[in-house]
């Protein structure tokens, strides 16, 4: 990566403990953390929206929830059934509503102006995952270098 170059990372917390993920954001130097979570709760400790603010906060990295780039349920759904394809084609029709454009637009003056942004979705894989189709969205738009953290598993 170039001197000075701005990054994007983005970390996945399926079968990762929450102390991993925020001891992995930390050890990056993540400033803020971007839940592109549709539904920002989960059965995992830790990870529901409160839970993991507050856990962010005690290692002072902030946190941003753009639900506007979440999956849609049918997209989600797709990809439950491994129908990746399926997912994509979803997503990309997703990324054209006003609400998503918005927050992408955002999500990517927060990369390109502030401190490292990592965002955060639930699978492990960033290739079987939305984020990384984000994160190259940005990288396209701006430049800025893609890092997939991933976390040490259960």
């Known amino acids: 990566m170039a001197r000075g170059r701005k990054s994007i990372f983005t970390?996945?917390?399926?079968?990762?403990?929450?102390?991993?993920?925020?001891?992995?954001?930390?050890?990056a130097g993540v400033k803020?953390?971007?839940?592109?979570?549709?539904?920002?709760?989960?059965r995992r400790p830790g990870f529901s929206k409160t839970q993991l603010a507050t856990g962010l906060a005690e290692r002072d990295i902030s946190y941003l929830h753009l639900r506007g780039?979440?999956?849609?349920?049918?997209?989600?759904?797709a990809a439950r059934s491994g129908k990746f394809g399926e997912l994509h084609?979803?997503?990309?029709?997703?990324?054209?509503?006003p609400e998503a454009r918005e927050q992408l637009d955002e999500l990517t003056t927060l990369v390109?102006?502030?401190?490292?942004?990592?965002?955060?979705?639930?699978?492990?894989?960033?290739?079987q995952c939305?984020?990384?189709?984000?994160?190259?969205?940005?990288?396209?738009?701006?430049?800025?270098?893609?890092?997939?953290?991933?976390a040490p598993q259960l």
């Not at 780039?69 to 759904?77: A, D, H, I, Q």
């Not at 084609?89 to 509503?97: E, N, Q, S």
């Not at 701006?142 to 997939?148: E, I, L, P, R, T």
């Open 69 to 77: 780039l979440g999956t849609p349920k049918e997209g989600r759904n």
């Open 89 to 97: 084609r979803i997503y990309a029709a997703h990324l054209k509503t």
């Open 112 to 127: 390109t102006k502030s401190g490292p942004v990592c965002i955060l979705c639930y699978e492990r894989d960033h290739r």
């Open 130 to 150: 939305h984020r990384q189709w984000i994160a190259e969205i940005i990288r396209e738009r701006d430049g800025v270098a893609v890092k997939n953290l991933v």
């Open 32 to 42: 803020l953390l971007v839940d592109v979570r549709a539904v920002a709760a989960s």
């Open 11 to 27: 970390i996945g917390y399926e079968q990762t403990p929450a102390k991993a993920v925020l001891d992995e954001l930390q050890h």
